[in-house]
């Protein structure tokens, strides 16, 4: 089945169908049932129905899935100390960082018998002394890519050289550090990027021991949504999504991932979906908007399937046939009114329109709707 065709399964539609059903089958019982009658001048048809008129237009529409999610940061993983740290053994923490705190190159991430163990960027984790004389390797590629782009002119490459020993040195003068031109295990970390500080294991006087030491994420904000598994063919990577964030303000994101393996909620949660779901994540196209909000409930509207230059009309405008079908009431330019069969597509809820095709049908017709 088509994703189109799949939009006429909907229970709104059918509950749309119900409504009108009694009107649909008097339509049937002759060939133009509503041919020469004309609107009363209060806008109601001689049934009586309160009715308003609408048109046939020609437009792009676009489905859409609303959901619920969460408003936090992406990714999340584990600090860890090495098993030997920057002061040998025996040092405790002198200065930790708080939950919530953001943490770029070259600052300090913590601290340890006073002095500053800083973050720098990379996928290698710092395993060894850095010094003169040591093998060269990805990790001191990513030393000096550090110390170039904080402004102290390393060089270029995986090679510990006498002008990475002196960048060394101008940072860590530049930090409040002594000017050894090397770094022993555990006075620095590597991260792949700025982290944002989610909970810290140790207290600040406590002994340092190998170990986790924090959590972390990233600083982008990132929304999290448990989608029902019905929904799952309505929704793929790349759709573009407006985010409704508390306060009732929106941005637009777009989604980034779309998971394979369905879980179950956790017994006992209050609201949402019962059944199987999957996570979708969803990127804010904006960061500024979200502001510093984290783990904050959001709606998010994801834009899936599109048409465009399509024949549309109001979705109260569709008329359930008693033996199948659907149809349109057109008002004719002599005020005669008369049934037109139709093929409902792709409906589209931010607009109230849906796809309509079928022999007779033009823009610019009038069509009656029911009364707001």
Same mark, same amino acid.
């Given at each position: 089945?088509?994703?189109?065709?799949?939009?006429?399964?909907?229970?709104?539609?059918?509950?749309? =169908?119900?409504?009108?059903?009694?009107?649909?089958?008097?339509?049937?019982?002759?060939?133009?049932?509503?041919?020469?009658?004309?609107?009363?001048?209060?806008? @109601?048809? *001689?049934?009586? @129905?309160?009715?308003?008129?609408?048109?046939?237009?020609?437009?792009?529409?676009?489905?859409?899935?609303?959901?619920?999610?969460?408003?936090?940061?992406?990714?999340?993983?584990?600090?860890?100390?090495?098993?030997?740290?920057? =002061?040998?053994?025996?040092?405790?923490?002198? #200065?930790?960082?708080?939950?919530?705190?953001?943490?770029?190159?070259?600052?300090?991430?913590?601290?340890? *018998?006073?002095?500053?163990?800083?973050?720098?960027?990379?996928?290698?984790?710092?395993?060894?002394?850095?010094?003169?004389?040591?093998?060269?390797?990805?990790?001191?590629?990513?030393?000096? %890519?550090?110390?170039?782009?904080?402004?102290?002119? %390393?060089?270029?490459?995986? $090679?510990?050289?006498?002008?990475?020993?002196?960048?060394?040195?101008?940072?860590?003068?530049? $930090?409040?550090?002594?000017?050894?031109?090397?770094?022993?295990?555990?006075?620095?970390?590597?991260?792949?990027?700025?982290?944002?500080?989610?909970?810290?294991?140790? /207290?600040?006087?406590?002994?340092?021991?190998?170990?986790?030491?924090?959590?972390?994420?990233?600083?982008?904000?990132?929304?999290?949504?448990?989608?029902?598994?019905?929904?799952?063919?309505?929704? #793929?990577?790349? *759709?573009?999504? /407006?985010?409704?964030?508390?306060?009732?303000?929106?941005?637009?994101?777009?989604?980034?991932?779309?998971? #394979?393996?369905?879980?179950?909620?956790?017994?006992?949660?209050?609201?949402?979906?019962?059944?199987?779901?999957?996570?979708?994540?969803?990127?804010?196209?904006?960061?500024?908007?979200?502001?510093?909000?984290?783990?904050?409930?959001?709606?998010?509207?994801?834009?899936? =399937?599109?048409? $465009?230059?399509?024949?549309?009309?109001?979705?109260?405008?569709?008329?359930?046939?008693?033996?199948?079908?659907?149809?349109?009431?057109?008002?004719?330019?002599?005020?005669?009114? $008369?049934?037109?069969?139709?093929?409902?597509?792709?409906?589209?809820? =931010?607009?109230?329109?849906?796809?309509?095709?079928?022999?007779?049908?033009?823009?610019?017709?009038?069509?009656?709707?029911?009364? #707001?």
């Amino acid at each position: 089945m088509s994703v189109r065709w799949a939009y006429l399964r909907r229970p709104r539609l059918l509950a749309v =169908a119900g409504v009108l059903v009694v009107l649909a089958v008097i339509g049937l019982a002759v060939a133009h049932p509503f041919a020469g009658h004309a609107a009363s001048d209060d806008g @109601s048809l *001689d049934n009586g @129905s309160p009715t308003s008129i609408g048109r046939v237009e020609r437009t792009s529409l676009s489905s859409q899935t609303p959901v619920s999610g969460t408003l936090g940061y992406a990714g999340s993983w584990t600090v860890s100390v090495p098993a030997v740290n920057a =002061a040998g053994g025996a040092a405790i923490y002198t #200065k930790l960082p708080a939950a919530g705190d953001v943490v770029s190159r070259g600052q300090r991430l913590y601290a340890v *018998d006073g002095q500053a163990v800083l973050l720098l960027y990379g996928s290698t984790p710092a395993w060894r002394v850095f010094r003169s004389g040591m093998s060269s390797g990805p990790d001191v590629a990513e030393l000096n %890519a550090n110390l170039r782009v904080l402004g102290y002119g %390393a060089p270029r490459g995986n $090679r510990f050289t006498s002008a990475t020993a002196a960048a060394l040195s101008r940072l860590q003068r530049a $930090r409040g550090l002594p000017e050894a031109g090397m770094f022993v295990l555990g006075a620095l970390v590597f991260e792949p990027g700025p982290l944002r500080v989610t909970a810290v294991t140790p /207290t600040v006087g406590q002994p340092v021991e190998p170990g986790p030491l924090l959590t972390a994420s990233s600083t982008r904000h990132a929304v999290a949504v448990q989608l029902d598994t019905a929904q799952q063919s309505q929704v #793929k990577v790349g *759709d573009r999504v /407006t985010v409704t964030l508390p306060g009732n303000n929106t941005t637009p994101g777009v989604v980034t991932s779309v998971g #394979k393996v369905a879980a179950f909620p956790p017994s006992g949660q209050v609201g949402g979906s019962s059944g199987p779901t999957i996570e979708v994540t969803v990127r804010l196209l904006h960061a500024a908007a979200a502001g510093t909000l984290d783990q904050a409930p959001v709606d998010v509207s994801i834009t899936g =399937a599109s048409v $465009r230059d399509v024949l549309a009309v109001p979705v109260n405008a569709l008329l359930a046939l008693a033996g199948g079908g659907y149809a349109v009431e057109e008002v004719e330019a002599d005020g005669g009114h $008369r049934l037109v069969a139709v093929r409902p597509g792709l409906f589209d809820d =931010a607009q109230g329109l849906v796809e309509v095709s079928g022999t007779g049908l033009a823009a610019g017709q009038h069509v009656v709707v029911p009364a #707001k």
